[in-house]
């Protein structure tokens, strides 16, 4: 399903994302998308994601994006460059949160946190470094990029060894300033091109979205490992000691590199110091965070952002897509409170009989089961009920379409349907069904329901009320049908209906 879900909408793009896909599963069971198959197929894709390794690396606190040294992925038997597939996954979980579906997301927390990260550095630069925002070149070089601009930093990639040095970036009216070696160059951003004072010419190179940028301060170093801590808790546990509590007859062991890389230029012979340790920890924060699957974090937001507006969520709290695409897990006895209160009698089918007693007692045996039963149950029954096996962070209220609960009722005399019936229309005119049609057909409409099929001698005839046809399956023949009010027809129909 992953592959051919990825193979049908890789190429569309977010606004036609937006607009919606009807899902349908193949074979007898088909079924019609009225909200439900959406959820069912974003589950499944969810299962087909995380259900192995072999599109993520699974971690303590969840699955994350392989490195960027890993360039594709089989993807059933075809490999798809890992950043497509990334990028996919971003408007992926886009969609599933506009359709308002939750599933059991086992990406890592820091991956939907970043894509807050990346609000929060867009919405705090400047217009100027905002349209300057990407990659950049020298002009008539063949090197792929010499710099990159994200936020109100620019992150140098002359120097292959360590991490790309941070250099600030200010707006004076039309121009952007920086400080180089002691001397402040200024650039004018025209036609796509950056224009420096001391001659230089810089040719953009693409526009992925920002990196995360956080403030030199100690509220920036807090922040940098609570983020770290929703990707690597273990790795911030020990540098928050590394900053905070470990002494300096231990810090002697400690040198300036992470993961086999130095974290600047000769890293490996520099000593972490009390005057250098909050250094070294920020820089191991952003080696972790930036720069190990750098390109696939930019993928997925590019993705994501494509779909949905990243001014939307302007000012949300940081943990928002993580509530929102996982919803809760835990099903407790005043959200099954709350759903009954909805289900009895709004959501009871059929509608004409919701306030008779024995079938909203009925309705009442059904959650007082519920009631006593545990988590595992109650999920299992979601799962059934309404595509999910979890709730939405709005509870119960916040689930679409509205759950209905259907009481079968027994009568030993058949319901006559007294106020409508409906029509089929034949050559010469329209003859009305028999009652008892007449009746499931109103019932059919009463729930909520669109489609049914019946067998007539070799025939299977196919009623479609949305639509509002009878289709021959054999012979594809179609006729019109309609609902009328009892009132309105004329003798000889109404003869027809009690011969």
């Known amino acids: 399903m992953l592959a051919v879900s990825f193979a049908k909408t890789t190429a569309r793009s977010g606004k036609e994302w937006l607009q919606g896909f009807t899902i349908q599963f193949t074979g007898d069971d ?16 969810g299962y087909a994601l995380w259900g192995s390794d072999a599109f993520f690396d699974t971690t303590a606190a969840g699955s994350l994006f392989k ?31 506009y359709q308002q579906c939750v599933l059991d997301c086992a990406l890592s927390p820091w991956a939907l946190r970043w894509l807050i990260r990346v609000i929060e550095t867009q919405a705090a630069a400047p217009a100027l470094l905002r349209q300057a925002a990407g990659s950049w070149r020298r002009d008539g070089s063949d090197d792929c990029k010499i710099a990159s601009i994200s936020g109100s930093v620019l992150l140098s990639h002359m120097d292959a060894s360590g991490l790309p040095p941070e250099t ?6 039309q121009h952007i300033e920086a400080d180089f070696d002691g001397e402040t160059v200024r650039a004018t951003l025209s036609d796509g091109q950056l224009h420096w004072s001391d001659g230089d010419l810089w040719v953009r190179c693409s526009e992925s979205s920002m990196l995360p940028v956080w403030e030199q301060t100690p509220t920036g170093d807090d922040q940098l490992l609570e983020d770290l801590a929703t990707m690597d ?33 000769g890293g490996d012979d ?50 928002i897509f993580q509530w929102l695409l996982l919803g809760n897990a835990q099903i407790s006895d005043a959200q099954m409170s709350k759903l009954e209160q909805i289900i009895i009698p709004e959501g009871l089918v059929p509608k004409h009989l919701k306030d008779q007693a024995e079938v909203r007692d009925s309705a009442r045996w059904v959650f007082d089961i519920i009631h006593r039963s545990d988590d595992n149950f109650r999920s299992r029954l979601f799962e ?18 509205k759950p209905r609960l259907q009481v079968m009722v027994s009568q030993e005399k058949q319901y006559i349907p007294v106020d409508y019936v409906w029509e089929v229309q034949i050559p010469g005119g329209w003859r009305a069904y028999g009652q008892q049609m ?10 909520g329901l669109r489609m049914c099929e019946f067998q007539m001698g070799p025939n299977k005839i196919v009623i479609d009320l949305g639509a509002g046809l009878q289709i021959n399956s054999r012979t594809n023949e179609r006729r019109r049908i309609r609902r009328r009010p009892l009132q309105f027809l004329a003798d000889d129909t109404v003869l027809s209906l009690q011969g």
């Open 438 to 447: 007449c009746g499931n057909l109103n019932n059919m409409l009463e729930a």
């Open 30 to 45: 088909a079924g019609i998308d009225h909200g439900g198959l959406t959820k069912a197929w974003v589950q499944e894709v």
């Open 67 to 97: 490195p960027d040294s890993a360039t594709d992925v089989l993807l059933h038997c075809f490999h798809v460059p890992s950043e497509s597939l990334y990028r996919w996954l971003g408007r992926f979980l886009a969609y599933a949160l």
């Open 168 to 173: 600030p970036l200010r707006v004076s009216g």
């Open 384 to 401: 059934f009920w309404t595509g999910n096996g979890r709730l939405p962070l709005g509870g119960v209220e916040a689930i679409e379409p």
């Open 233 to 265: 808790p273990a790795m911030a546990n020990s540098l928050w000691r590394v900053r905070h509590e470990m002494l300096e007859e231990d810090l002697q062991w400690l040198t300036f590199s992470y993961g086999g890389r130095e974290l600047v230029p």
């Open 270 to 319: 520099i000593d972490v110091s009390a005057e250098n340790r909050a250094e070294y920890v920020r820089l191991c924060c952003k080696a972790a965070l930036l720069y190990t699957s750098q390109r696939a974090f930019q993928a997925f937001s590019d993705g994501f952002f494509e779909v949905i507006p990243p001014e939307m969520f302007l000012g949300a709290p940081v943990d």
